[in-house]
């Protein structure tokens, strides 16, 4: 188990339990961007959490590997990179209701 990704799930469960969506959004996406993530780090997370996390990952791969001109930033990053601004868009399209909830 990767202590960073143990970190990021416990630090989930504290966010959501105080409210926090800064402490939440940077969790998700240290998550999302461990170089190898186990489903028992992941486990005490509810279902679609861990859904929303690995299809953020699967996306990132995905488009890592196909694309030449980066859409968030618009320059061509090496093949086989991901924007930054790829991870914090799409943490941020999938757990929008989650971050406007804590907001109000």
């Known amino acids: 188990m990767h202590v960073s990704s143990q970190k990021a799930a416990k630090t989930i469960l504290l966010a959501k339990k105080c409210h926090v969506a800064s402490w ?6 240290r998550l999302v961007e461990e170089p190898s993530l186990s489903l028992s780090e992941v486990q005490e997370l509810d279902l679609q959490t861990q859904i929303n996390i690995y299809y953020i990952r699967d996306e990132i791969k995905c488009r890592a590997g196909t694309r030449r001109v980066c ?31 804590m907001d109000n």
């Open 71 to 101: 859409h968030p930033c618009g320059i061509t990053h090496p093949r086989g990179l991901t924007c930054p601004l790829d991870v914090h868009e799409l943490v941020k399209e999938l757990f929008k209701e989650e971050f406007k909830a």
């Open 24 to 29: 939440l959004r940077a969790a998700y996406i």
